[in-house]
């Protein structure tokens, strides 16, 4: 299943450090400027003016008239790149494809097995995952649609969101609760109960493989 994915043309673009920018680098952020990927590396792109060219981004060409008379690298090319790091198209070795489950468009690798999985679902109860801020090893015990900035920690005031070692991942990531295995203790009166608490974190805060440093 492959979906068409593009960028509304009222996409708004964070507006600072515009001024450090030349001319051409402010105006390929802050124009209305519509990017579709149409596959292969070719994305269309769809300007105020109405006109629509064609970027081939790995041949870094473009279609309009400032690429193909003043050889210059043009608007539209810079506008393909940006969006692929913003994450709004598929970069050109990947694919956008919906998420089996919900339906969610994402971007996956040309070449990556399906199924194709959101990060809201690509867990499962019992997996094993790595937190990125430690390295340590968890065991996913639950999973929500419920984002990261409104579920409650007991012992901060405030949400998963706003824990300190939670402020570089986005507050709209799906909470998943964990465990820490290897903290779990067995003493001869049975399981020491506070030994496996449930811990909440935002989703892209864990790793499916081991990170290596
Ligand atoms: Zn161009
Ligand atoms: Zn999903």
Do not use: W
């Not at 792109?45 to 210059?72: H, I, K, M, N, W």
């Not at 690298?73 to 790149?81: I, M, N, Y």
């Not at 040309?110 to 959101?118: D, G, K, Q």
């Amino acid at each position: 299943m492959t979906h068409s994915a593009h960028t509304p043309a009222s996409a708004a673009l964070p507006d600072s450090s515009l001024e450090e920018l030349d001319d051409r680098s402010r105006r390929a952020l802050t124009e209305r400027i519509a990017v579709t990927a149409l596959g292969r590396g070719t994305y269309e792109v769809v300007g105020q003016s109405e006109d629509a060219y064609l970027v081939d981004l790995p041949a870094g060409r473009c279609t309009c008239p400032d690429y193909r008379f003043r050889d210059e690298r043009c608007k539209h090319v810079r506008r393909v790149a940006i969006e692929i790091t913003a994450g709004r198209v598929p970069a050109p070795d990947q694919i956008a494809v919906g998420c089996e489950r919900c339906g969610e468009t994402l971007f996956a690798d040309r070449t990556a097995p399906e199924p194709y999985l959101c990060p809201s679902h690509d867990l499962s109860v019992g997996d094993a995952v790595y937190d990125r801020e430690t390295g340590q090893r968890l065991l996913v015990v639950g999973l929500s649609d419920r984002r990261a900035d409104e579920v409650s920690i007991s012992t901060i005031r405030g949400t998963v969101a706003d824990h300190y070692s939670n402020r570089e991942y986005d507050a709209d990531d799906p909470v998943v609760s964990v465990v820490y295995p290897d903290s779990f203790e067995l003493t001869n009166h049975g399981p020491v109960p506070g030994s496996l608490t449930v811990y909440s974190f935002p989703r892209s805060r864990l790793s499916t493989e081991p990170l290596s440093d």
